[in-house]
């Protein structure tokens, strides 16, 4: 196996072998395969050795169930091995996981049987009476935390017969059970923006938002033929059902949603005055995003309070161009939208992120400026590319009339010519020096340099060579610190000692 010959025919010999293994054994080995080939995550021995403890149909843990991690490894027949660094079980090779999933038959719905046992161990009733104060998971309950993250995951992969009814027996009690509160916890870390730690427990959470959450199809329906819940309700941080699937990306549960007449497909959340569109654009949802432009009472440009941002805005500075595309084909779009926190557009957000294809498309249009100048930093899109290095874009940008090569930015009166060499982007200098209406000698504001010094300082030799063939290029010129291109160029201590501050543009999720 080693050497790579056979590999098949030993693992079909060994599987033949497992298979056989009297009492128990057979039964065990299996069931390891299955949680260490399906899970979400490699699980830890003790997390693995809980899972293969759960009884099915039991109101509790049985310690006496729990496997000895000698048996269940042995029980494998070498198919599996504990990685000592992690505690984690792994299969014995790569090629062992090609071959069992190969075998459709191997195993019965395994997602179902996973969430089974997630399912079961969350209705545990030592689970159910942990308190919501918990920030974590008891040691004594090693699975508390996968089950509580993934549950979800295995069952929108497919869940039938008990695993169903557990789920609904489940999620009707989810909104006082300590896994929503490890959930979002860990959504949290995950996203900061979210701001679960702002509140000590979770509180209008219920059964239809946390199967909108994951997206499980047969639950959602299931809870909506009850007719229990309002449909529009939100939870504590301010989103619907409908929201969270479309976050998400799950198109059956919003196509389930959307034809509801009791469903407000425009309401927003509260937290961040963002609609289902907004959310399922700004992540690139394609199929959410149609279904829900397909809908003559949804706005196609909602402006959020949160960032004064449409859903065009946050597909394009997300690079989502499918989701562009179908936004620009609507007359109702704006697709010069100018945020008032930076006061940049869709394309400055595009250009500054490299996203060549959504440029193009912005540039097609004719009520584009090509040119805007942000509020924030006084950057064009121009500027923005040239010193983020994008080079495609410099190049559709600079084949325009009505952009200006040579503009200068309010913070530090710099040009796109400054920051590209400043950053060592060796193709766009030179772009921008065959250009007769671009200054290759201008000084910035703010630290009185040329282009040839922040080169300099900065180590870029292809750049001060490309410089230096300019006669108009000083190479004498005192910047603010008395220090003359030249000297840095000679000055080995100078070469990558002194950088500009990085400028932190975070984008607003």
């Known amino acids: 196996m080693t050497q790579g010959n056979g590999l098949g025919d030993a693992y079909t010999a060994t599987l033949g072998r497992l298979k056989a293994q009297k009492g128990n054994k057979s039964v065990l080995g299996l069931k390891v395969l299955m ?29 006496e169930n729990v496997p000895a991690l000698r048996t269940l490894v042995a029980s494998c027949l070498g198919l599996v091995t504990v990685e000592a660094s992690s505690s984690t079980v792994r299969l014995v090779h790569f090629t062992l996981q090609e071959h069992l999933l190969s075998d459709p038959t191997l195993f019965h719905s395994p997602h179902s049987a996973i969430a089974e046992v997630c399912l079961t161990y969350l209705l545990f009733k030592c689970v159910c009476d942990l308190p919501l104060a918990l920030h974590s998971a008891p040691a004594t309950m090693p699975l508390l935390e996968y089950a509580s993250y993934y549950w979800g995951e295995h069952a929108r992969r497919g869940i039938i017969g008990n695993a169903k009814i557990l789920a609904l027996r489940f999620l009707d009690r989810l909104n006082e059970h300590i896994s929503l509160k490890l959930l979002f916890l860990r959504r949290c870390r995950d996203s900061f923006e979210r701001g679960f730690d702002k509140w000590a427990e979770p509180t209008g959470f219920t059964g239809l938002h946390g199967a909108a959450f994951f997206g499980i199809v047969e639950i959602v329906a299931a809870i909506l033929e009850m007719k229990r819940s309002d449909l529009n309700a939100a939870d504590f941080l301010g989103d619907t059902a409908l929201i969270l699937a479309a976050e998400r990306g799950h198109e059956g549960v919003v196509k389930m949603l959307l034809e509801r007449e009791d469903v407000d497909p425009d309401q927003p959340d509260s937290q961040h005055d963002q609609t289902p569109l907004v959310w399922a654009a700004q992540n690139g949802h394609g199929e959410v995003v149609k279904m829900l432009l397909n809908r003559e009472d949804v706005n196609p440009d909602h402006i959020d309070t949160e960032c004064d941002e449409t859903p065009l805005s946050w597909a394009a500075k997300n690079g989502h161009e499918g989701v562009v595309k179908m936004l620009l084909e609507r007359e109702d ?30 540039l097609e249009r004719e009520d584009v400026n090509p040119d805007h100048v942000d509020t924030k930093y006084g950057q064009t899109p121009l500027g923005w590319a040239a010193e983020s290095g994008h080079e495609g874009i410099v190049k559709m940008l600079l084949n325009r009339e009505d952009v200006n090569p040579d503009h200068l930015d309010t913070e530090y009166g710099r040009t796109p010519l400054l920051w590209a060499s400043e950053n060592g982007h060796e193709g766009i200098v030179k772009m921008l020096l065959e250009r007769e209406d671009v200054n290759p000698d201008h000084v910035d504001t703010f630290y009185g340099q040329t282009p040839l010094s922040w080169a300099a300082k900065n180590g870029h030799e292809g750049v001060v060579k490309l410089l230096l063939q300019r006669k108009d290029v000083r190479a004498a010129t005192l910047d603010n610190e008395h220090q003359a291109p030249l000297s840095l160029v000679l000055s080995e201590e100078y070469a990558g000692a002194v950088r500009m501050p990085e400028r932190h543009n975070p984008i607003p999720m």
């Open 333 to 362: 779009v704006n697709p010069d939208h100018i945020d008032t926190e930076y006061g940049r557009t869709p394309l400055s957000w595009a250009a500054e992120n490299g996203l060549e294809g959504v440029v193009k498309m912005l």
């Open 35 to 63: 949680w260490v080939l399906y899970s979400e995550r490699p699980l830890r021995t003790e997390e693995l050795r809980h899972a293969l403890g759960v009884e099915i149909g039991s109101t509790d843990l049985d310690p």
